[in-house]
């Protein structure tokens, strides 16, 4: 499913398990509530994230004048 972005668990994003990240579930949310930090994303991974995000809400960029 192109809304399902693998993000397997290494040793240097220190995930205990392989994970998803659903750009269905994208929600708006106060920063207030990130209390712990469970892992680390790469650059490639949050651009893969955007990308389905993106496709998911059907963004088309506007045209270049």
Not at 13 to 40: P, T
């Amino acid at each position: 499913y192109f809304w399902m972005v693998s993000i397997p668990a290494t040793s240097s994003n220190r995930l205990d398990h392989d994970s998803y990240a659903d750009a269905f579930q994208v929600k708006s949310v106060s920063i207030d509530r990130f209390v712990d930090k469970r892992g680390v994303l790469t650059s490639q991974q949050l651009d893969e994230i955007a990308a389905a995000v993106v496709l998911c809400v059907g963004y088309t960029p506007p045209a270049l004048p």
